[in-house]
């Protein structure tokens, strides 16, 4: 009589049963394993991202880089940041210089006029951020992980590259003028750092401007209300001490008068016969002023910035 015949066993495992089979359990520990290997290998941040100041400083120099290839959308901003210093060249070189001293007047003009020129070219900061504002590009910012201040900074450092351009029309029209800077390259150099320094401490008063503005029209009016009495209320093209009142005062602890005067030091440009120059202490050591200047801004409208424009995107 036969045996009957056995079925098979299909409830214990395959490695309880010494098929070779691997075990549910091993898999599954094997795969998780894996997976967590490749998620650290794949998230690990970069040196940029792992160091916070190094993080803003990419971020910032991206934006920059963006809001530069955008002027070839809007070349109207560009253009008349070039055009601008022609026209004022022109118009106070000869309009005004010749009953000022001629040629004598226009050499000593050069340091006002870049001064103003790098004053004005805080309008390009003021109207580039209002658009992006009224736009909602930096509505499309937020929706990123990136710094609030590296949006900010982003378009302050990219202006810079718009200011240098426009001081270098301003400089070609003093050189056509018959302008020319009589110290070595080591004061030009300075002088050069200094305009830099000077025009990013203004671009962060355009950012506060853009800020509180509603709207770019509004923006672009308010950024020149403030800029015409503050570059000639100075000793930019006259004699500070020859204005009416108090003024003489203010013209003489304006950062535009001590710009002026500054490169007027570091190009060796000297006044003209029978111009007064004023003897206050910003006069006597104008590139120490700016430099002072320059950074006290820089602090103070960094965080007016910063704090504005977290009250005006949290809304």
């Known amino acids: 009589m036969n045996a009957p015949v056995r079925a098979p066993d299909t409830t214990t495992p395959p490695s309880d049963r010494g098929d070779g089979g691997p075990h549910p359990t091993a898999?599954?520990?094997?795969?998780?394993?894996?997976?967590?290997?490749a998620a650290?290998?794949?998230?690990?941040?970069?040196?940029?991202?792992?160091?916070?100041?190094?993080?803003v400083v990419a971020e910032s120099a991206d934006l920059a880089l963006r809001n530069l290839l955008r002027l070839r959308r809007t070349p109207g901003l560009l253009i008349s940041c070039l055009v601008e210093p022609v026209v004022y060249a022109l118009l106070i070189g000869y309009v005004f210089g010749n009953s000022l001293g001629g040629h004598a007047y226009r050499s000593y003009m050069m340091g006002g006029l870049i001064a103003q020129t790098v004053a004005f070219t805080t309008t390009f900061t003021t109207v580039g951020l209002s658009r992006d504002l009224e736009e909602g590009m930096v509505d499309r910012f937020r929706a990123l992980p990136i710094s609030r201040v590296s949006?900010?900074?982003?378009?302050?450092?990219?202006?810079?590259t718009t200011c240098l351009a426009s001081v270098a029309v301003t400089t070609t029209c003093g050189l056509l003028m018959g302008w020319r800077a009589h110290t070595g390259p080591f004061g030009i150099a300075a002088g050069v750092?200094?305009?830099?320094?000077f025009s990013f401490a203004m671009s962060w008063i355009g950012v506060f401007v853009s800020l509180i503005a509603p709207n770019a029209q509004v923006a672009g009016s308010l950024g020149l209300i403030w800029l015409f009495p503050a570059t000639f209320?100075?000793?930019g093209f006259v004699s500070g001490s020859t204005l009416p009142g108090p003024l003489p005062t203010v013209a003489a602890w304006n950062p535009i008068t001590s710009l002026a005067g500054?490169?007027?030091?570091?190009?060796?440009n000297t006044p003209p016969p029978g111009f007064r120059v004023q003897h206050d202490w910003p006069a006597q050591h104008p590139v120490?002023?700016?430099a002072g200047c320059s950074v006290l801004l820089i602090a103070v409208f960094v965080t007016l910035a910063t704090w504005r424009y977290r009250t005006r995107t949290s809304r």
């Not at 949006?151 to 810079?160: A, P, V």
């Not at 500054?262 to 060796?268: I, K, N, W």
Request: charged share 15%.
């Open 288 to 290: 120490l002023y700016t």
């Open 151 to 160: 949006l900010l900074l982003g378009r302050t450092t990219s202006d810079l």
């Open 262 to 268: 500054a490169l007027r030091e570091l190009f060796g």
């Open 233 to 235: 209320i100075s000793s």
């Open 40 to 55: 650290s290998t794949t998230l690990r941040p970069t040196p940029a991202r792992r160091n916070p100041v190094l993080q």
């Open 27 to 37: 898999t599954a520990r094997g795969t998780a394993n894996s997976t967590a290997t």
């Open 193 to 197: 750092l200094l305009v830099l320094l």
